[in-house]
Nanobody
Framework: QVQLVESGGGLVQAGGSLRLSCAAS????????MGWYRQAIGKQRELVAA???????KYADSVKGRFTISRDNAKNTVYLQMNSLKPEDTGVYYC???????????????????WGQGTQVTISS
């Protein structure tokens, strides 16, 4: 069992900043990719940013230059620093991690990775 707990969401004005955190706990052998997704009302969930185990990152075009993803492997935590926020950044933000678990002599990863419960980010204009 793996649990992901997110924090840091809230309501800010356009142009402001927020920092999201997501910490994993439970049966963790290692964590490969970590990422942040968001879902606005009436829209599909989309990838915002991701970082692999080697530290390489990728971003959605809409957030490049404004958001920064980072990870702390010792704490099994991923962060998303969001600057110059815009109303269109509003949505529920979910973290996702490819957690490799070990049980009964086998290593395995849940298909699609493990998800957090989501944290609401609202940007007012």
């Amino acid at each position: 069992q793996v649990q992901l707990v997110e924090s840091g969401g809230g309501l800010v004005q356009a142009g402001g900043s927020l920092r999201l955190s997501c910490a994993a706990s439970g049966n963790i052998f290692s964590i490969n990719a970590m990422g942040w997704y968001r879902q606005a009302i009436g829209k599909q969930r989309e990838l915002v940013a991701a970082v692999n185990s080697g530290g390489s990152t990728k971003y959605a075009d809409s957030v490049k230059g404004r958001f920064t993803i980072s990870r702390d492997n010792a704490k099994n935590t991923v962060y998303l620093q969001m600057n110059s926020l815009k109303p269109e950044d509003t949505g529920v933000y979910y973290c996702n991690m490819e957690v490799q678990q070990y049980s009964g002599g086998y290593y395995f990863t849940s298909p699609g990775g493990s998800w957090g419960q989501g944290t609401q980010v609202t940007i007012s204009s």
